[in-house]
């Protein structure tokens, strides 16, 4: 990792905790990408997000009321359910049914744990973890261990296992293969999906952000010119901004209702 490229965050979290980190890297037997900066730019935003969730929520926690709820808290209650219906807790009973609050809290933390991911980005000197493939594969390795995990509680190994093999028992074997496949092909689904969309939103947002910067500077040479084409140093960035905060929320839901059907799946007693 070059000096360069290593965020301002990143060189704090590791003047904090390079000396653990090395230590943990020799008990594994493996050899970080930097000596100086073992823990990696994502790994260091994840730690930050995490850190801010956790200081968020006991925040948000002392302040709850039922009588009178503020602000943050009617938020946080749209996001898990609202008149639109695409609420966390909306999803999970339209899609799955009765039985459904069990899975909040695990799909509500994954949910949220993307949404803050990806708007991270927005903030000057940080980036979304997201935009990092091995974040991405984490959350998705996550839900793909959980719901089937949830379909063997549900349905027992003997009765889960037959959903792999079709309602024709002559092409069951083939059937499994297919079905193996299959859900192979969602944890990819997943993981590309919002690394490669969040990836590209970073490279977008950057590049014209790098854009705007040669416009100020240009339009503030020419004062003729400032006339015409001062509202650009402030209309692209703030385009930008809003286009990668709708990135941001669409890929965010696209990673909650994608987990909740692939459990409503898992859990269904026919398949």
Known sequence: ?????????????????????????????????????????????????????????????????????????????????????????????????????????????????????????????????????????????????????????HLGPIGYAKTFMGPVKGISPAMVIVEAVSHLGRLLSLTVRLWANMMVGEMLYMLFLGITIVLVVFVGKHSVLGYGLGFLPVGIPMLFIILHAFESILQAFIFTILPIVYLSFAVAEEH
């Open 1 to 153: 990792m070059g000096e360069e490229q290593v965020l301002g965050i990143t060189k704090l979290v590791n003047w904090l905790l390079a000396k653990p980190a090395l230590a943990l890297f020799g008990l594994l037997h493996m050899q970080p990408a930097s000596v100086q900066y073992p823990i990696p730019n994502f790994f260091a935003m994840e730690l930050v997000v995490f850190l801010f969730a956790i200081i968020f929520f006991l925040w948000l926690r002392a302040r709850m009321s039922v009588e009178r709820p503020g602000a943050t808290q009617q938020c946080m209650e749209f996001f898990l359910s609202n008149p639109m219906g695409v609420g966390v807790k909306d999803l999970l009973d339209d899609i799955i049914g009765p039985g459904s609050e069990k899975h909040l809290a695990i799909i509500g933390s994954i949910a949220m744990f993307v949404l803050i991911s990806n708007f991270a980005g927005l903030v000057p000197g940080f980036m979304s973890p997201t935009a990092e493939k091995t974040v991405p594969l984490a959350c998705a390795a996550v839900v793909f261990l959980y719901y089937h995990w949830q379909g063997l509680s």
